[in-house]
């Protein structure tokens, strides 16, 4: 049995049905999903579908992530978004003029189901953008964070290799889990494709929203398999590029 850790999608279902195949994922491993399943691509409703339904046959764990959270106000308070819209939303609003009510409400359940983060028992944390307070995450503060945070990835991509984790200079953060897999900053912002790691954090957001691929990796392993870049699988879409 695998542990198999996802990221970003956001509405694009063909590239998540290519890393499931690519990684001949079956029903005896478990699933960790960063978040951001929606906003970008045309099939957010139809992810949510997917992802609902392979709940009742894996052992899934599904990772809030300020896109999600952006739909449920907009699904179950009406609330409308300005800078939603300009960031994915749009696509994922044009898409649910096709659903009906009762899947909107199983949508809707869904997504007030999500976790804001998960600690297994090896240490290692799941969280879709990070956290802030230095006693880790059961003390954090502002739960938003969770899934609106660009410090921890930002302060793991600074930092300088040469100091070690018992540095009084090291960042305690960096020092509490043994890893941490994070998404929500595509790694194509500093030129990559593919999961990165920097300190003990490992971002497996490869870009899916943008023309990057999705991926899946197996956290023991890190071996790891990719969809095409997403702009040529919904190649008459802009996604959010």
């Not at 029903?27 to 392979?54: A, C, H, N």
Request: aromatic share 12%.
């Amino acid at each position: 049995m695998r542990t198999l850790v996802i990221g970003d999608i956001h509405g694009g279902l063909r590239a998540l049905h290519q890393i499931m195949e690519r990684a001949k994922v079956t029903k005896e491993d478990s699933l960790i999903f960063l978040g951001d399943y929606v906003d970008g691509w045309s099939q957010s409703p139809q992810v949510l579908d997917y992802l609902i339904e392979l709940n009742t046959t894996n052992n899934c764990i599904f990772i809030r992530g300020n896109h999600d959270e952006l739909l449920l106000h907009w699904l179950k308070d009406s609330k409308d978004n300005l800078m939603w819209y300009k960031h994915g939303g749009e696509a994922t609003v044009l898409a649910y003029e096709k659903v009906d009510v009762s899947t909107k409400q199983l949508h809707v359940d869904f997504l007030l189901s999500l976790k804001d983060y998960y600690l297994d028992d090896k240490k290692r944390l799941f969280v879709h953008a990070g956290f802030t307070n230095m006693n880790g995450v059961t003390y954090e503060f502002y739960p938003k964070l969770f899934y609106w945070d660009r410090t921890l990835w930002e302060t793991a991509l600074s930092l300088d290799r040469s100091i070690k984790p018992n540095d009084l200079t090291y960042p305690k953060r960096l020092t509490l889990y043994d890893e941490i897999y994070i998404g929500h900053t595509p790694v194509t912002r500093i030129g990559k494709t593919e999961p990165t790691q920097m300190a003990c954090v490992w971002n497996v957001d490869t870009g899916a929203a943008f023309k990057g691929p999705l991926t899946i990796m197996d956290i023991d392993t890190k071996e790891f398999w990719q969809s095409e870049p997403l702009n040529t699988l919904y190649f008459d879409e802009k996604g959010r590029n």
